[in-house]
């Protein structure tokens, strides 16, 4: 069956970095595309970085253009987030999620998410 | 970007009984060229990731059951759990895909009254 594994949250200080990956098992990784989606309880459910099957390209929501970096090994079938100039209000929990083939951002599989927090 | 917005916050429901929850759109997310509303609903349960229960507005992903329904189209969506069941308890979010970024609504919490 399907299963996404994130890991690499903790606690940085605000201006860190950290570099978040997610594990995919059960599907053949490399004919997805993929996402990353934070929760936080001031801010909902936020979508905030896909990339292509291939890798070749990606999008950024505008609060964290120019600060996080999405990217994909589909050898080892991981996706990884990297995340520079943390604020605080990038405090959340991550998740990676799966988009449904042939419909881009219908999210069918994600993972249970790792907890970044930002604090001094 | 689409601003999804969502009605009651929250609602309580007796065992057995109906629940409804309203999303709303900012703008129309029917593609026209296929006749399809790119609007999706999850259900998240506590200490959990949200788990797709509905896409294209009506369409019940595979193993959901059919307590769980889903109406409308264009700007105005409805989900609707005919029976609350005690494992219902959860919060709703709705999500269109029509366009990047695809937005969420702010979610709605169903409890048992």
């Known amino acids: 069956q399907v299963q996404l594994v994130e890991s690499g949250g903790g606690l940085v200080k605000p201006e860190g970095s950290l570099r978040l990956s997610c594990a995919a098992s059960?599907?053949?990784?490399?004919?997805?595309?993929m996402s990353w989606i934070r929760q936080s309880p001031g801010k909902g459910l936020e979508w905030i970085a896909y990339i292509e099957d291939s890798g070749g390209n990606m999008f950024y929501a505008d609060s964290v253009k120019g600060r996080f970096t999405i990217s994909r090994d589909n050898a080892k079938n991981s996706l990884f987030l990297q995340m520079n100039g943390l604020r605080a209000e990038d405090t959340a929990i991550y998740y990676c999620?799966?988009?449904?083939?042939?419909?881009?951002?219908?999210?069918?599989?994600w993972g249970q998410g790792t907890l970044v927090t930002v604090s001094s | 970007d689409i601003v999804m917005t969502q009605s009651p916050d929250s609602l309580a429901v007796s065992l057995g009984e109906r629940a409804t929850i309203n999303c709303k759109s900012s703008?129309?997310?029917?593609?026209?060229?296929?006749?399809?509303?790119?609007l999706a609903w999850y259900q998240q349960k506590p200490g959990q990731p949200p788990k797709l229960l509905i896409s294209w507005a009506s369409t019940r992903e595979s193993g959901v059951p059919d307590r769980f329904s889903g109406s409308g189209s264009g700007t105005d969506f409805t989900l609707t759990i005919s029976s609350l069941q005690a494992e219902d308890v959860a919060v709703y979010y709705c999500q269109q895909y029509y366009s990047t970024p695809q937005t969420f609504g702010p979610g709605t919490k169903v409890e048992v009254k």
């Open positions: 703008r129309s997310v029917l593609y026209s060229s296929n006749n399809k509303n790119y």
């Open positions: 999620a799966r988009e449904r083939m042939t419909v881009a951002r219908l999210f069918d599989s």
């Open positions: 059960g599907f053949i990784f490399s004919d997805y595309y």
